[in-house]
């Protein structure tokens, strides 16, 4: 019995890491279905949504939600300028090209928070309504962990029933798949990626901001977690929103579970899985096969 | 006459697309030999069976009798079956020179060389010279891909396969882009191979075909509709409905 | 044309000249000696500076010659330290020369074993693996903590006096300068040969257009091996001098950092130029040495900056603006 529920909080536990993770890749996983481009700021915008949102309750006394909405709707918005400026420059460049780029603008994020906030990891204190334990009947289990858990099916379920049922999540679908025919369709590609960027770059501001409780939050965050952003992402295939949930989930349960259990060796199997996998499927455990 | 490529009922599917179907075909010593067919029809599908680019779902590729289905596309190359692509694929940020050297020094075996420089090659950059001087490219050989307009780049495509020296030349529409007072300088290179390559041609530009082919093979939605000497397929009914009519519509 | 007028084409001439030694191309050497004599004092930062070189010439052929887009060629150059490093921590080998040598059989064999798998994939996914295996590594040297040191490393090794005479001189480097400066002039010179030859040629055409290679014949996958274990040996060799040099080795030979840096470096000098990695290591690293203590926000600002201009503007990196620039001027010249 101990065991068992042993188990189960760390199912929940890891799950809810794995929504934040979700909620932090899914931007990513689209727009490198659509453009391929290879985006490895895609954490920075987790991590200046996330400051602003810290900052905006601590320094302005904004409620959470209040703040996260906020986070999400500026990072939209900025990212939006980012992508029409630079990154649309680069969807013919080499892969390189857009390495450096990328990596060019994790460096500038992370100078210019430290320059504006300093280098010390900012505390999220969460409202009192999602600090304590609430009961589930057989287990008790942390509030914020299972409104994580609540918030990410819902976003989940969102994104889902958008992708499969309007007209854009059509188009986005269509392109992904094949870029060319799309076109040719009379889809404006284009337009279209400067949506999903804005949106995606918003998601992972909600991420950021989510997630500082337990990721914490320092200006070291886009390459601290560049690595665990782009294995859920391979993971689950280009362009699949419910790849990328549930690789985000396996992930994030077995991250869990091995920081628990095997505190030394978790990090290895990860990358080992991870290397596996890709040799075995280059598309990722729900990308479609080429 | 000896035949040197040879399918036997080759078939590839993509899917539920059957883009291949069953295509028995033999290409002889020495032919001229053009496959023609509308759209879609699964050409440069056929044509990608044949080098080893795609493997075949069934069925089988002989070369001189040698089952070589399973072969990869460098050892079909080895063996003596080149071609081109019907978009250009070049070596873009080297010199014409460059890029005809890259398939001479493959084909002597210099290109594995590590210790050696390139340029001490000299019997691999003469051929490349004599060939382009063949092409008429001789006055643009230090010039960089990238400028070059594109029927000349076309020729350069040209000048790369035929470094291989073939014994089966595959040319995936070599004359699409080429303005038409350049398209001469292929057909006469074609001319000018030696008589024993087979040759085999994908076009639209029937009066390429028909200046060129002494057999045609049409093939329509991946299986091989009829076959015959020019006149034949000229006066073939059922090839004039589904392809020859289509074409003299377009113009 | 006739068979001599052919021979003589600028064409043919340029290209069977092309690997012939400009003048220039001893201004590096020169410089470093002529560092030697002027900076006694700086002599611990210039044999960081020329390990970095020769760290950057191994990417630089398999980044910039068969355009391999890899995010984790500091696996290699850890493997490097890491063998030099456990070798003379155990007392099992202490001599410096043929621990170069075995440093690049090590590195190099990882290169051949993790080449032959991950060279089949290509773009964002070989990007995934290169990076996913470095961590691997890493993560596996940070856990065998009996062997590696763990997290603080492996320091105070007891590295030989080369060949029995020149004893590693820890105060001012003068010994390590002058043998790294050898070693990287070996390495250079074996480099250098290798891209001018008909397997490098295929390496470039590899990398301007992989399909069009197939068609040539070229087995593309054997060339991609070989290179990258070349590249593996000689970045393990970069990674064996760092650790000879600084009798230490420490968990950064092998991490995202170094890569991330290295890669940097290449760009900033000009990849697919053989001495882009020269300009990019001296550029970099003096920025980075009188910058980064004194204003490391600026700085990190300024190298981000200069990537997206880089990436954006200038794909060529400082040499490609300088040949630019040649360019310009020659046209304007030859205007009437």
């Known amino acids: 019995m101990i065991f068992g529920i042993d188990v189960i909080s760390t199912l929940l536990g890891g799950v809810a890491a794995g929504m934040v ?47 996260l909405a906020i986070g999400f709707v500026v990072v939209a918005a900025v990212s939006t300028i980012f992508e029409r400026l630079l990154y649309s420059r680069l969807y013919r460049a080499t892969e390189l090209d857009q390495v450096l780029f990328t990596i060019g603008l994790v460096f500038m994020m992370i100078a210019s928070v430290t320059l504006a906030v300093g280098p010390e990891t900012q505390p999220l204190t969460l409202p009192t309504w999602l600090q304590g334990q609430i009961n589930l009947g057989f287990i008790s289990y942390r509030t914020y962990s299972i409104v994580l858990i609540a918030v990410g099916t819902v976003i989940m379920l969102g994104l889902w029933l958008g992708f499969e049922r309007t007209r854009m999540g059509a188009q986005i679908r269509a392109a992904v798949d094949n870029r060319r025919m799309a076109e040719s369709l009379g889809i404006n590609i284009t337009r279209l990626f400067t949506l999903v960027f804005a949106f995606g770059s918003g998601m992972a501001a909600l991420g950021g901001g989510l997630g500082a409780e337990f990721l914490g939050l320092d200006p070291q965050y886009p390459l601290k977690y560049l690595v665990i952003f782009l294995i859920v992402v391979a993971v689950g295939g280009l362009g699949r929103i419910t790849g990328v949930f549930y690789a985000s989930l396996i992930i994030g349960v077995v991250d869990f579970a091995l920081k628990k259990y095997l505190p030394q060796g978790g990090t290895v199997f990860i990358y080992g899985m991870t290397i596996l996998l890709l040799l075995w499927r280059p598309q990722g455990l729900f990308g479609k096969s080429t | 006459m000896t035949v040197l490529l040879e399918t036997q009922s080759v078939s590839k599917n993509f899917g539920a697309l059957r883009a291949t179907r069953e295509v028995s075909f033999k290409l002889e010593e020495g032919a001229r030999h053009a496959l023609i067919g509308p759209n879609g029809a699964g050409k440069t599908t056929f044509i990608n069976l044949l080098t080893g680019v795609l493997p075949p779902n069934s069925g089988k590729v002989l070369l001189k009798d040698r089952d070589i289905t399973q072969m990869a596309q460098a050892e079909r190359v080895k063996l003596g079956i080149a071609r081109t692509f019907q978009i250009n694929r070049l070596f873009r940020g080297l010199s014409v020179l460059e890029n005809v050297y890259m398939a001479v020094a493959e084909r002597v075996g210099a290109a594995p060389k590590m210790l050696t420089p390139a340029g001490a090659q000299r019997d691999v950059i003469d051929e490349s010279m004599q060939l382009l001087e063949s092409l008429k490219l001789a006055d643009i050989a230090h010039h960089t891909i990238v400028g070059l307009p594109y029927g000349r ?67 329509v939605r991946g299986a091989i509709f009829a076959e015959g000497t020019p006149k034949e397929i000229g006066a073939n009914p059922d090839v004039r409905a589904v392809y020859l009519g289509q074409a003299t519509q377009h113009g | 044309m006739s068979a001599t007028d052919l021979q003589n084409h600028p064409a043919a001439r340029a290209l069977a000249q092309r690997h012939r030694l ?44 068969a355009g391999i887009v890899t995010l984790g060629h500091a696996a290699f150059f850890g493997a490097g330290a890491y063998t030099v490093g456990m070798l003379a921590k155990n007392g099992i080998w202490t001599e410096p020369i043929t621990g170069l040598l075995l440093g690049a059989a090590v590195a190099g064999l990882i290169g051949f074993l993790s080449g032959l798998v991950l060279l089949r994939t290509a773009g964002l996914t070989l990007l995934m693996l290169t990076l996913c295996f470095m961590g691997l590594l890493e993560e596996s040297a940070n856990m065998g903590a009996d062997f590696t040191g763990g997290f603080d490393g492996l320091d105070s090794l007891p590295i030989k006096p080369i060949v029995g005479m020149f004893e590693f001189d820890v105060l ?42 197939h068609a040539v014949g070229a087995p593309v996958e054997r060339r991609l091996v070989i290179c990258y274990t070349i590249s593996a040996a000689i970045a393990g060799i970069a990674g064996a001098l760092w650790a000879q040099a600084n009798a230490y080795v420490n968990l950064s030979t092998l991490g995202l950092d170094r890569a991330a840096t290295v890669l940097i470096i290449l760009v900033l000098g000009g990849y697919g130029r053989l001495y882009g990695a020269f300009v990019g290591a001296f550029v970099y690293m003096m920025l980075e040495h009188f910058l980064s203590k004194l204003y490391p926000e600026a700085w990190q600002l300024g190298l981000g900056l200069l990537l997206v201009v880089i990436a954006l503007f200038a794909r060529g990196g400082i040499l490609g603006i300088g040949e630019e620039l040649r360019r310009r001027f020659r046209g304007w010249r030859n205007k009437p």
């Open chain 3, 172 to 213: 001012y480097s003068k010994t390590q300068y002058l043998y790294v400066l050898a070693v990287l002039f070996v390495c250079f010179v074996f480099t250098r040969t290798l891209v001018y030859s008909p397997f490098g040629h295929s390496l470039t055409g590899i990398r301007e257009n992989t399909l069009r290679m």
């Open chain 1, 21 to 67: 993770l979700f909620i932090v890749s899914v931007g990513l996983s689209v727009t490198m279905g659509l453009m391929g481009f290879v985006n490895l700021a895609h954490g920075g915008f987790a991590m200046i949504g996330g400051y602003l949102i810290v900052l905006a309750m601590n320094r302005l006394g904004m409620p959470f939600v209040a703040a």
């Open chain 3, 22 to 65: 400009r003048v220039w191309e001893g201004l590096p050497w020169l410089l470093a000696l002529a560092c030697y004599f002027a900076f006694p004092r700086y002599l611990g930062f210039g044999t960081e500076i020329l390990i970095t070189v020769l760290f950057a010439i191994s990417l630089d052929l398999a980044l910039g010659y």
């Open chain 2, 153 to 219: 780049q076309r020729l350069v495509e040209l000048a790369i396969t035929l470094g291989l020296k073939p014994e089966v030349l595959l040319l995936d529409e070599p004359a699409a882009g080429v303005p038409s007072a350049e398209s001469h300088i292929i057909l006469d290179a074609i001319d000018a191979l030696p008589k024993t390559i087979g040759v085999l041609i994908i076009d639209h530009d029937m009066d390429l075909v028909f200046r060129f082919a002494k057999r045609i093979t049409v093939l």
